[in-house]
């Protein structure tokens, strides 16, 4: 897929996906497409002229001109809050993308997948577990979620439902958790991680996405537990939206 320069998008649809995060539908009427895991670039403009830019991962993948971005507002930050707490359906946007090659997921590769995702990390995993749903043949798919509670958790529905059609998940909670989850809230440790992710005999991809702190614990902790460097692919963010 060959990247041009910026795209207008409209946004078509706004969803609360939590009380700090939405969920934005923006259609790109020249979009080309995209792969499960890619991401884009998003410019605003100011009346004054003064412009601000911010990747953001994609939830959405395959053909099509409707793209799927999910967005967890950053404190001081000057594109989130705006995407977050003021954008609404006829709201212009410009768009650059689709971005990224390193950190997509292949539905011919035979290795078994495995997810691991830190709050808003979970959105380009999200476009790779959507993608597989949507071939069941495919190889299989492992998801850990590591969010402050329930209520941080975005896609939250979706991904049980994705679970009753196939996807192991297991959830884990740094500050608050359900009554029924069994386990103690705190950030992810080697052992709640070897009880989630596939063996390593399984020769399984990992793909990592959240917060650069929680990316580089949660990459050590699978090289620890014993997978390959090579196989472990991070994407990672910071505090600048």
Known sequence: MIVGGWL???VEAVVQ???????LQVRVPDWPGNLPGQHLDIRLTAEDGYQAERS???ASSGAGTLVELAVDRVPDGEVSPYLVDDVLPGDALEVKGPLGNYFVWDPTDPSPVQLVAGG?????LLAMARARSRRPEAAPFRLLYSV???DDAMYRDELEQLRADGLDLTWAYTRRAPDAWAGTPGRLSASVLADAVWPVDRRALAFVCGPTGFVEAAADLLV???YDPARVRTERFGGLS
């Open 8 to 10: 207008p998008g409209l």
């Open 17 to 23: 996906s939590t009380s700090h995060a939405r969920i």
């Open 56 to 58: 953001y991962s994609i």
């Open 120 to 124: 808003s990390g979970i959105v380009p």
């Open 148 to 150: 402050r509670s329930a």
């Open 224 to 226: 620890q537990h014993g």
